[in-house]
């Protein structure tokens, strides 16, 4: 072949997730701590009606691009109970899972001129996405403080980061990779500067039922003066483990919605349709396993910090939501090197935290989601082998 693949996907890798994972499975004797994938099975009933949706026939043809209307009824009304975002069906959009609908959303709202804000460390995968929309170039990223015990907004840094060609400002609140949950000062704060700058506001919330320590989590668009400007992007896959059914949704001013929509059905036509049935019963009737696994997340949380306590050389901001760790690496080497031979010689898998921004260098992400005897046991050893170094 003489021709090539576009520029801008040469551009980019595979996310450091995904690289480092596949490296994990081939190191025989590995333990990952690093691909945020609960270790809980679907709800049994959540399984149950999604075989009911195959002997009624449902899952046989298309839906509606939007997803079922009963389906979209349901989160408006989850989002006006637990979010207080005024929604109706209409400001709803079923995806292929959060990714699909953050990558919708960029390719609605962005030329490739236009520049978002992001506020780092946050989600690899978003960096990738805005890439490809503005043929290759990085985001504009506002670091949050690292200082006091806390990852800490600075309004004066994202405000000094708005240029003429800033078009969104973007966060996953509760925060992946770091655990911080956003106040509702910070995110007034936010709230302020995309109005000051006619902005639009992306925020994930995939994580908004895991906050811990009497923390809540907070949904910008709630606020009045960020509601027609918010677009916020949601998942069934880590509330109600249900990873591979690939199910999100996002919700947003009508008139955004629809040009969303545009996109959205180029890409996928319409979410899987046996998905959307098994999605209606976990919004439904799901509350309860929420609460089991929060519970288990927060039992796993306190043996994690137990253990990570015992060294000094990884540093630990106590997370106040998701199912993460961002700790940061004490040693003279960098997080690309440490994540790889942490691997290669103690057979612990983790993420390097450079992958998500220039804020979280020197740091790595691990999961506690997975299996509690794993976790554990990863742990130990990369206590024992840090130790050792």
């Known amino acids: 072949m003489t021709k090539k693949p576009s520029k801008i996907v040469r551009s980019i890798e595979v996310s450091a997730i995904k690289r480092f994972q596949i490296l994990i499975e081939k190191e025989k004797g590995s333990i990952s701590l690093a691909q945020g994938v609960p270790d809980f099975e679907t709800p049994s009933f959540i399984k ?3 075989k009911e949706a195959i002997d009624k026939g449902f899952a046989s043809r298309y839906t509606k691009g939007w997803g079922i209307e009963s389906l979209r009824q349901a989160i408006a009304e989850k989002m006006r109970k637990d979010n207080k975002i005024k929604a109706e069906p209409e400001n709803v959009l079923l995806t292929h899972g959060a990714i699909e609908a953050s990558m919708a959303t960029l390719l609605a709202l962005l030329d490739p001129e236009d520049e978002v804000i992001v506020l780092s460390p946050n989600y690899v995968s978003h960096i990738n996405q805005i890439r490809i929309v503005r043929q290759g170039a990085m985001p504009s990223f506002v670091s949050l403080d690292e200082k006091e015990n806390r990852w800490q907004l600075n309004p004066e840094k994202i405000e000094s980061a708005v240029s003429k060609k800033t078009k969104a400002i973007l966060f996953s609140n509760p925060s992946n990779p770091l655990g911080k949950v956003y106040s509702r000062e910070e995110l007034k704060a936010i709230a302020k500067i ?7 506001i992306i925020a994930d919330e995939v994580y908004e039922y895991f906050v811990f320590d009497g923390k809540k989590h907070i949904s910008i668009g709630s606020f009045p003066e960020a509601e027609d400007r918010t677009i916020s992007i949601f998942s069934l896959s880590k509330s109600y483990s249900m990873t591979g059914w690939r199910i999100g949704y996002l919700v947003s001013d009508k008139k955004i919605v629809q040009e969303i929509f ?9 979410p899987v349709a046996l998905s959307q049935y098994a999605a209606l019963a976990a919004i439904k009737d799901g509350y309860k396993f929420i609460k089991k696994f929060k519970q288990n997340y927060e039992r796993r949380r306190k043996i994690a910090i137990e253990i990570l306590s015992r060294t000094d050389k990884l540093t630990l901001i106590k997370p106040e939501g998701t199912f ?3 700790p940061k690496i004490n040693l003279k080497m960098d997080d690309y090197n440490f994540s790889l031979r942490l691997l290669k010689e103690a057979k612990v898998g983790v993420v390097p935290g450079s992958a998500f921004g220039p804020g979280g260098k020197r740091h790595i992400r691990i999961s506690f989601g997975g299996e509690e005897k794993k976790l554990k046991e990863g742990l130990e050893r990369m206590v024992n082998y840090v130790k050792r170094l």
């Open 48 to 50: 149950e009606k999604a």
């Open 194 to 200: 995309a109005l000051k700058h006619n902005l639009f």
């Open 262 to 270: 545009k996109i959205h059905d180029c890409l996928i036509t319409c």
């Open 324 to 326: 993460y760790l961002f």
